[in-house]
């Protein structure tokens, strides 16, 4: 059964910093991983979509890697915002014949000005 | 593109009541997915549905859940007989395919009282 876990649960930094948050996953055999953004009472947004083929996604100050070999991806955020404030969760597609993703509890993250 | 919209918000019902959820997927999406966020944690699979079709409804409680997503029409999530423990936030999402990205809607969240 796959089990997906996110370092830390919550994160506050100062802004202009670069951070890093982490995700594990227990079954490398995965389809793809995925990293969204919620905001509180809000659903979900997409940022970043990496498959299983790919070492990394880019998007803006957005950076996704992904090792499969051993279970972990990041999601790197350059210059961080105060607007970056938000819930970052990933979820793993365990790939053929399951739909389902598997999510994290999520990283809190806090840019203060 | 109208993104994936949820109807109601916001829903309270008494216990004992029906709980009605609805989900309009984005245009030339034909999957859905219901996802169940309980307080303090992460999103659990419910069930994926394609036109008139459950494919997999592996993460839905036995008795008093059901989903439907019929030819015409949204998605619905039926919950009969609402007890306090179905307090929860919904969410639905959706894709072009089992493969590609989800594109989740706001929630709807449910409170019994």
């Known amino acids: 059964k796959q089990e997906v876990t996110q370092i830390p649960a919550a994160l506050s930094v100062p802004e202009g910093e670069n951070l890093v948050l982490n995700c ?31 070492r990394e996604q880019t998007s803006g100050r957005l950076n996704a890697s992904l ?23 990933c979820a793993v597609h365990s790939g053929a014949g399951s739909y389902q993703l598997t999510f994290g509890k999520g990283t809190k993250l806090s840019v203060i000005p | 593109n109208a993104g994936v919209m949820q109807n109601p918000r916001h829903l309270v019902r008494r216990r ?22 309980l307080p303090e944690e992460g999103l659990k699979f419910m069930v994926y549905l394609q036109k008139e079709n459950i494919i997999d409804e592996s993460g839905m409680p036995k008795e008093r859940f059901s989903a439907e997503f019929p030819k015409e029409g949204p998605s619905i999530l039926r919950i009969q007989q609402v007890v306090r423990g179905d307090s929860a936030a919904y969410f639905c999402a959706s894709s072009p395919s089992d493969t590609r990205a ?10 019994v009282t």
């Not at chain 1, 389809?31 to 940022?47: A, I, V």
């Not at chain 1, 051993?70 to 970056?84: C, E, F, H, N, V």
């Not at chain 2, 989900?23 to 996802?35: D, I």
């Open chain 1, 24 to 54: 594990s996953f227990t079954d490398s055999a995965i389809y793809n991983l995925q990293w969204f953004r919620q905001d509180p009472g809000k659903g979900l947004t997409s940022l970043l979509l990496i498959q299983s083929s790919q």
């Open chain 1, 67 to 89: 090792d499969k070999s051993s279970g972990r991806s990041t999601l790197y955020i350059a210059a961080s915002q105060p607007g970056d404030s938000a819930t970052y969760l």
């Open chain 2, 16 to 37: 004992g009541q029906e709980a009605r959820l609805r989900c309009s997927p984005m245009k030339g999406h034909s999957h859905v997915y219901w996802y169940r966020q």
């Open chain 2, 102 to 111: 989800l594109h989740f809607g706001n929630g709807t969240r449910l409170t």
